[in-house]
């Protein structure tokens, strides 16, 4: 199983980043596909979810209007547009995986690619 992000860097308060992360080895339409964020002397925190099948996307306070998440599931890939980025999104962003049923439950994580906001 692995889970690769990319796409972050470093970008200009008001700019844009878009994150990737490719997905292998499981059966990626299957799982609910998460981005979570963990700043600076921070907890790690969800910034969107969008569920395997249907449903609605969900999406942190914080990043409402600003972020959008989407998957292409003929490619395994999970996407994060960032829009209007401020200095306070400067996180390490990681892309998960989970998928729970059954009694059982399958939580993959990625090694997470750098956000950093800054003039």
């Known amino acids: 199983v692995q889970l690769v992000e990319s796409g972050g860097g470093l970008v200009q308060p008001g700019g844009s980043l878009r994150l990737s992360c490719a997905a292998s080895?499981?059966?990626?339409?299957?799982?609910?596909m998460n981005w979570y964020r963990q700043g600076p002397g921070k907890e790690r925190e969800l910034v969107a979810r969008?569920?395997?099948?249907?449903?609605?996307?969900n999406y942190a306070d914080s990043v409402k209007g600003r972020f959008t998440i989407s998957r292409d599931n003929a490619k395994n890939t999970v996407y994060l547009q960032m829009n209007s980025l401020k200095p306070e999104d400067t996180a390490m962003y990681y892309c998960?995986?989970?998928?729970?049923?059954?009694?059982?439950?399958?939580?993959?994580w990625g090694q997470g690619t750098q956000v950093t906001v800054s003039s």
């Open positions: 998960n995986a989970l998928l729970t049923g059954w009694g059982k439950k399958y939580d993959y």
């Open positions: 969008m569920p395997s099948a249907g449903g609605s996307t």
């Open positions: 080895g499981f059966t990626f339409s299957s799982y609910v």
